[in-house]
């Protein structure tokens, strides 16, 4: 069982930066993909970014060249560096875990959220 554990959400104005932090514990770091999904109150949770176990990086169209996905193997972290940020970007960030067994079988493993606010 993988734990998540998020930081770094906050009020921020619009235009300004947020970093994300999540720390993964009781597992192998190296061997997860993770990601960062946000939901917004009645909207369905949607993928902002993710990197894979051999660090290859996707993002959301609505992000690109203002977000950036890093991880750290040795700290176990992942990041979510968030840059001219917009009204839009407001809703709560999850970090997210998947550890592939097959191309099609994972286990998939969530932490409790961080809200991000960004004020216009």
């Known amino acids: 069982q993988v734990q998540l554990v998020e930081s770094g959400g906050g009020l921020v104005q619009a235009g300004g930066s947020l970093r994300l932090s999540c720390a993964a514990s009781?597992?192998?770091?190296?061997?997860?993909?993770m990601a960062w999904y946000r939901q917004a109150p009645g909207k369905e949770r949607e993928l902002v970014a993710g990197?894979?176990?051999?660090?290859?990086?996707g993002y959301t169209d609505s992000v690109k060249d203002r977000f950036l996905i890093s991880r750290d193997n040795i700290k176990k972290t992942v990041y979510l560096q968030m840059d001219s940020l917009k009204a839009e970007d407001t809703p709560i960030y999850y970090c997210?875990?998947?550890?592939?067994?097959?191309?099609?079988?994972?286990?998939?493993?969530w932490g409790q959220g961080t809200q991000v606010t960004v004020s216009s």
């Open positions: 990197i894979s176990s051999n660090g290859r990086t």
């Open positions: 997210n875990a998947k550890r592939y067994y097959t191309t099609t079988k994972y286990s998939n493993f």
């Open positions: 009781r597992y192998t770091f190296s061997d997860l993909n």
